[in-house]
């Protein structure tokens, strides 16, 4: 089993477009599965590529990782193409530690992007994992859920994340 490090606020690569996958390879399938192993192990229920260091479009979600209706779902170049409703929900993210917060996403979304055969896939999801869903997409985009807050709020855990972090490295 291979456990990548997660890559906390403020790294660079979390804040950085990530680059779509041309073609998915040996080495895309084998990060996919490290990124699972990682995610599964963390406890998390959804992990972007970025968030391990690598700025490529591709993201692991399992938002019942410990149910025996375990359902992967792993996706490269993701792209939300269709939206429906309004839902707030505490998130929090392994990037950003102790810190949740409630943030107002779609309900429901359509996201295409493409399985690891290369095939082009469709998934309509609504609640948890609609919000997952964007959740991990806003890495690819190099957005943290915080950005979500209101400026206060947000400025806030930055302080408090920057300050934690110059402790650690101190
Ligand atoms: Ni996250």
Redesign the pocket.
Known sequence: MTVLEICTYPEKVLLQQSEPIADINEEIVKLADHMAETMYSAPGI?L?AN?VGVAKQLLVVDIAPRRPESDLIVLANPEIIAVEGEVTIEEG????PDCQAEVKRHEKVKVRGLDLKGKEVEIEAEGLLAVVLQ??ID?LNGI??IEHLSRLKRDLYKRKLRKKKARQQG
């Open positions: 959804g972007a968030q993210c392994l990037s950003v959740h991990e890495h943290l859920f």
